[in-house]
C-alpha cells in the first residue's frame, strides 16, 4: 500500500493569506499556486535516525545548572496519519517561550525575565508506534504588536517530519480554556472550528504524575492516507 | 495500538519570528543543530555545488526571519527513503538541508547537484530540488523547486512546462560565470513581479 496525499487534506490548514494577522499581507504569494502531480521527489522524505537526537533532549528542565522556574509539564501524545495510524520513528522538534511569556531569542524584547535555566528548545523521535513525550515547563502568554493589546494565547512551537516531505508539518500546540483563544488572529487563522479545536491539548489527568507535573495531550495528524480498494484508479 | 480516524490534519501555524534558538541555532544559542545547510558528506558522489540568494517580501524588503528546507536525490537520482523502492544510496548522503536566513535576508546551500528522477509516467525530471519556505507571517510553509540554468534537459521537464513560460524564470537557479566552483543563485520572492512560482503540492 502507499500513502496519498489528497488535496482536500490541506483545506484544514489557515489561508496563506490572513489580514488579521497582517504579516501576511506583504509574505503570501498573490498568484496562484501551480498544480502538479506528486513525484518521487514530493513523495518521499527525510528520514533520521536515533543520531539525531541525544538522550534528555525531551527533557526541557534538565538542560542547564538547575530546573526551570514555571509550572513543571509533561507533553505528549502520537503522531499519526490521516488514518489514524502511528507514524514511527520521525523527527519531533519544539521550542517555546519560559513561563513569563519570554523567548532566548535575541528579537525578543518583551520585558519579562529570561530564566537562566531555559532554553526553550527540545526534540525527540516518535517510537515505533507514533508516540512521543516531552517534560517542559508551562509556557507564558506574551504581548506582540499586531494590534492594540494583543497577546498571544500560551503555546508551544512544534515542527514535524512524517512519511514524506509534503506531510512535513509546523504548528503551535495550546493549551484548554485559554481565555485569549477568541482575540488571537493567529489562532483564528484556522477558520473551522474542529480544525482548530485539533491545535489544543487535552488535560490528561491519567498520565498527570502525582505530586510533580500536569500533563497534557496532543496528537498531532499529518498528512497521508492509505488507498481504499475504491479510490485506486 | 490503534486510534480513531482522526478527522482532519493538524492545522499548519507560523514558525513565528523566534524559531532560531530552536531550529536553526548555528553556534548562537545554546541548543545544538539538528540540521544544517551542507549536506555534503566525504563520501558523496556528484558535482559540488552551493545555492544561494535572497528572500524578499511583498516590498521588496529582505526577509531576515525565513527558514528554507532542502529535498533532493542524490547524483544518482536515488533518494536516501526507504520508500524509493530502487538500489539505496551508496553513501552517507541525506538528501536533507535547512537554513535560518541571516539579517540580510540571505541564504545558501553547499550540496551536490542532484540527479534526475522520473516523474509518475517514467518520464524523467530534470535536476531539480524541493525547497520549503517558512516565515514569520506565512500560516503555512510554502514549496516550490530549484531548477539549473545549464541542464539542457529543463526544456522538456514536465513540471517546468505546467509552469507559463514567462514565470519560468524564477525556479531556474543561475549558474555564476566567474565562479572556479559552481554558484548557483536563486532569489524567493514571496510577492511582487518576480513572484515566485510556488506548487499546490
Redesign the interface.
Known sequence: MTLQ?P?Q????????L?PA?R??????????????????????????GHE???EHDNDLTI?HKSEPLGERIIVHG?V?D?????VPNV?V???Q?NACGR??????QHPAPLDPNF???G?TQSDA???YKFITIKPGAYPWGNHHNAWRPAHI?F?VFG????S?????MYFPGDPLFPFDP??N??TDE???A??ISSFDLENTKPEWALCYRF?????GRYATPMETK | ???????????????????????T?NG?????D?FTNNLVTPDTSGERIRVEGKVY???G?V?P?SML?I???DAQGR??????KRALPNSSF???GRVGTDAGGGYAFDTIKPGQ????DGKP?AP?I?L?V??????????T?IYFDDEASNASDP?LA??PAD?RATLIARRKADSGNAVYTLDIH??GDN???????
Not at chain 1, 487534506?9 to 496563506?16: I, M, Y
Not at chain 1, 512519511?163 to 509534503?166: D, G, K, P
Not at chain 1, 496528537?219 to 498528512?223: A, G, K, T, W
Not at chain 2, 517558512?134 to 514549496?143: T, V
Request: proline fraction near 6%; aromatic fraction near 12%.
Open positions: 496525499y488535496l487534506s490541506l483545506a484544514a490548514h489557515p489561508a496563506r490572513s494577522y504579516s501576511t499581507l506583504k509574505r503570501a504569494p498573490t498568484k496562484p499556486l501551480i498544480p502538479m502531480r506528486h513525484t518521487l521527489s514530493e513523495l518521499t522524505g527525510p528520514v533520521y539525531t537526537v541525544r538542560q502520537h499519526l490521516e488514518d489514524g495510524r502511528g523527527l522538534e519544539l521550542w517561550a523567548y532566548i531569542h535575541v528579537v525578543d532554553t526553550g528548545a526534540r508506534t507514533g508516540y512551537h515542527s512519511h514524506s516531505f509534503i512535513r508539518l509546523v504548528t503551535q493567529i489562532f487563522s484556522v474542529k480544525a482548530r485539533r491545535m496528537d498531532i495528524v499529518l498528512r | 495500538m490503534s486510534h480513531q480516524r482522526p478527522d482532519g490534519v493538524t492545522p499548519s501555524q507560523t514558525v513565528g519570528p523566534y524559531f532560531k534558538y530552536g531550529l541555532p548562537e544559542y545554546a541548543w545544538n539538528a517580501d511583498g516590498d524588503a526577509v526571519d528546507e529535498w533532493q536525490a533518494f536516501c527513503d526507504p520508500q524509493d541525506k538528501g536533507f528522477v522520473a516523474d509518475p525530471q531539480h524541493v520549503a517558512f516565515a514569520r507571517g506565512m500560516l503555512l510553509h510554502l514549496y523547486r513540471v505546467l509552469v514565470r514571496l510577492q513572484e515566485t512560482v510556488f506548487f499546490d503540492v
